[in-house]
Every structure is written in structure tokens, then in C-alpha cells.
């Protein structure tokens, strides 16, 4: 009997000691703040736009020797890896609902990312065509498209928005979709970038860059 009452006396100490809460959400969010604010999140999104153009200088200078060049095609998602919300995310404090969200990106008002928007100047100085992909759904098409050329994007090669009536739980179906029709139209994605893992699971790309996302996950 005092076997068993030690073996379960050893077995709830163990279960207690395990059971670790998580961080608080306060420090949590200041975190996320000094990562910004110290200039770390600029640094580690530029990190991947180097290897990026390091990466499709090599594509471009190889398919230049081609006798017949392929259309080469990059694919960019917009939400935290063209333009920033951060500052909205600290006017809702890290929180809000889905309907304030989109209220802030419709005032087309984002600031850009500037590591991103000189890749994009790169690519096409460089007869690369650029394409952008993003969750964002197609009602927000005008604010999308004044935000982005009010920032420095311009004379890009399509932009893809979710219809509206779009369900699903995860924004991987789209995505992969999105790229394979542009496959379909003759080109060679060279790579898709997005700073979530779903911008750039599904294939219909050579290669994928993940740029850093501290705020939130999109499946």
C-alpha cells in the first residue's frame, strides 16, 4: 500500500512540475516590440532578400545563355513581406477583430517593406516578371492597388487577391493554385517569397524564401 501511495505521490509531483505556464502576453508583445524597434526585424527581413537576389542573379545570368531564355517570374506575397501593418498592429495593440483589421488595410495607408520593394526593382530592371499573390480578398483590390503604388511598386505582372466567397481554412489551396495558372501562362517561377510557411507550401515554385513573422500565423 505505501508502494502505491509513493508511486502516485511521485507521479502528481512529476505531472505539477511539468506543467509550465506560458509566457505572459504582456511580455510577450514587448518582446515583439524591441525586436522591431531595435532594428533586429529589418535587419533579418533584409538577411532573406539578400540570399533572394543573390539567388535569382545566378537564375537570370544562366538563362541568358539559353538559346531560347525561359520567361522567368517571381511571386510575392504583400501583408508583412511587401507592406508593413505593423503600425497598425500597434494602434489594436496586437489584438483586434477580423472586421478592424481589414478596416485599417482598406485605408491603403501601409508603409513599405524596402528590402522587399528593392528586390522588386532588381527583378524587373532585370526583365524578370513579378507577380503578387496575397490573402488579402479581391473586395480590397483598390485600396491593395493604391497602397502599393503610392510605396514605389509599379508595372507589376498580375495581382491575385482570394474571391471573396473563399471558405477554406487554410490559404494553401489558393496560393498553389494562384502559381500553377501562372505557370500555365508560360512561366518559370523562379522563387515565391511570403512570411508564412501557407504563402509558399504547394509548389509551382523552384525555390521559396521565408522572411520573419513575429505577429501572428496564417495557415
Do not use: C
Request: aromatic content about 12%.
Amino acid at each position: 500500500m505505501r508502494r502505491i501511495i509513493l508511486t502516485i505521490t511521485i507521479f502528481l509531483f512529476a505531472t505539477i512540475s511539468y506543467a509550465v505556464p506560458p509566457t505572459n502576453l504582456a511580455v510577450d508583445k514587448q518582446q515583439v516590440t524591441n525586436y522591431v524597434n531595435s532594428g533586429q526585424y529589418e535587419k533579418d527581413i533584409t538577411a532573406v532578400t539578400d540570399k533572394a537576389k543573390t539567388y535569382l542573379a545566378k537564375r537570370i545570368a544562366e538563362n541568358n545563355k539559353l538559346a531560347e531564355p525561359k520567361k522567368l517570374a517571381i511571386v510575392f506575397d504583400i501583408d508583412e513581406t511587401s507592406l508593413s501593418n505593423y503600425p497598425d498592429m500597434v494602434k489594436l495593440n496586437f489584438g483586434g477583430t477580423l472586421d478592424m483589421i481589414n478596416a485599417d488595410e482598406a485605408l491603403g495607408d501601409d508603409p513599405v517593406i524596402a528590402p522587399t520593394l528593392a528586390l522588386y526593382n532588381y527583378a524587373k530592371q532585370n526583365g524578370v516578371a513579378v507577380f503578387f499573390v496575397t490573402g488579402r480578398f479581391e473586395s480590397q483590390r483598390e485600396a491593395t492597388v493604391e497602397n502599393l503604388h503610392a510605396v514605389g511598386y509599379k508595372d507589376w505582372n498580375g495581382l491575385y487577391l482570394k474571391p471573396d466567397d473563399y471558405k477554406k481554412h487554410s490559404a494553401i489551396p489558393y496560393k498553389s493554385a494562384t502559381r500553377k495558372k501562372i505557370t500555365e501562362q508560360g512561366y518559370d517561377i523562379v522563387f515565391s517569397m511570403g512570411d508564412q510557411p501557407s504563402d509558399l507550401a504547394g509548389g509551382y515554385a523552384d525555390q521559396t524564401f521565408l522572411l520573419p513573422n513575429a505577429f501572428y500565423v496564417v495557415p
